[in-house]
C-alpha cells in the first residue's frame, strides 16, 4: 500500500537530507513530505496517524543533526509560501511557521516596529524559533509572542492564548507538533534606530560566535547563567579538538563544525567525549540543544 497515494505531487521517497541542513549531514528519509497548504498538511498527519507511522516535522535545519543511515519516516517540510507569509496590522504581525527569522526581523524593521531585532544571528524558521523558545543575551522570542496556532495529531487547528503558553529557558509548553502560524506583538520604533540596535546585536554576535561556517548552533544548553556550557568546555582545553573533520570551534567551545565532510558518527564522538570530561571534571550533565535525528530514538 502506498501511504500517499494521492499526493505524488508533494512527496519525494528516499530523499537524502543533508541538503536541507547547516551541518550538510545527513542520510535520506523514506519520505520527504512538502504540503502547499493546511489541508494537505493535515491530511499527510492523519494517514500517518491512521498507519502508526513516524513523522517528524523540518524547518530551516538551522538546529539539526541527522544520522548519515538516514530515517525511516516521513519528513514535513513547511517551506511552501503558504507557510511563510507575513501580515502586518499595526502592531500585531502573524507569520507563518515557515518563514524564516531573519525576513521576518527585516519586515518588522521596515514596519517600524521593534523586537524581533534582538534575534538577528539566530538562524531558522518562526516554528522552530517558538518550539525552542529561540533567543539570546539581549532577548527570546517568546517575550514578543501573543498567541501560537497548532494542528494537533488529530488534524484539529487551534490557537493557543498568551496566558496559557509558558515560555522559559529553551523551551515552551506547546506539546503539539505542529506550529503553523504565530501571532507577535510588538512595539512601533523609529525603523533607523531599530536597524541600528539590530546592527550593533549582530556585530557582537559575529565577533564571539563562528557565523559563516557550517555549524548547528549552540551544541548544549547552558546549566545556568553562571555556568555556561561553552566556559567550561573552553576551560577543559576542548577548543580546536576533533574527531574525524568535526571540529570545536576556536572562537566559541559550544559550537561544533564541520569542517569538510564530518559524519553523524564524528559529531556523535565528540559530543560524547565532551560530555564525559565535563562531568569528570564539573559533575554536570550537559543537555543537548542541538536535535539529533535517528531511528533508534523515534
Not at 501511504?3 to 541542513?21: D, R, S
Not at 548519515?68 to 503558504?82: Q, R, W
Not at 524564516?100 to 538562524?123: C, D, F, H, R, W
Request: glycine share 10%.
Amino acid at each position: 500500500m502506498n501511504l500517499f497515494a494521492g499526493l505524488e505531487e508533494i512527496v519525494t521517497e528516499n530523499e537524502p537530507l543533508a541538503p536541507y541542513t547547516w551541518l550538510k549531514i545527513g542520510g535520506p528519509a523514506r519520505y520527504f513530505v512538502r504540503p502547499t497548504c493546511d489541508d494537505q498538511l493535515r491530511e499527510v498527519i492523519k494517514r500517518c496517524q491512521e498507519n502508526n507511522y513516524p513523522w517528524r516535522i523540518m524547518g530551516q535545519g538551522a538546529n539539526l543533526l541527522i544520522d548519515d543511515e538516514g530515517i525511516n519516516c516521513a519528513v514535513i517540510k513547511l517551506d511552501n509560501d503558504h507557510f511563510g507569509h507575513i501580515d502586518i496590522d499595526k502592531q500585531v504581525v502573524t507569520v507563518g511557521a515557515g518563514m524564516s527569522l531573519y525576513n521576518t526581523i527585516q519586515s518588522t524593521i521596515k514596519a517600524g516596529l521593534s523586537g524581533m531585532e534582538v534575534l538577528v544571528g539566530i538562524p531558522g524558521t518562526i516554528g522552530g524559533a517558538i518550539k525552542m523558545n529561540a533567543g539570546g543575551r539581549f532577548g527570546d522570542i517568546g517575550t514578543q509572542t501573543s498567541r501560537v496556532e497548532v494542528i494537533d495529531v488529530s488534524g484539529t487547528t487551534t490557537w493557543r492564548e498568551r496566558p496559557e503558553l509558558t515560555f522559559e529557558y529553551r523551551h515552551t509548553n506547546i506539546s503539539e507538533q505542529i506550529i503553523t502560524r504565530v501571532e507577535l506583538d510588538l512595539v512601533e520604533d523609529d525603523p533607523q534606530r531599530v536597524l541600528n540596535r539590530m546592527r550593533e546585536t549582530w556585530i557582537l554576535k559575529k565577533s564571539t560566535q563562528p557565523m559563516s561556517v557550517n555549524s548547528a548552533g549552540c551544541i548544549f544548553k547552558n546549566p545556568s547563567s553562571e555556568q555556561p556550557a561553552g566556559l567550561m568546555i573552553d576551560r577543559l582545553g576542548f577548543k580546536g579538538k576533533s574527531v574525524g573533520d568535526a571540529v570545536v570551534s576556536e572562537q566559541h567551545a559550544n559550537f561544533i563544525i564541520n569542517n569538510n565532510k564530518a559524519t553523524f558518527q564524528d559529531f556523535m564522538r565528540l559530543i560524547g567525549q565532551i560530555k564525559v570530561a565535563v562531568y569528570d571534571r564539573y559533575g554536570v550533565e550537559l543537555e543537548m540543544e542541538v536535535e539529533v535525528w535517528q531511528d533508534d530514538e523515534s
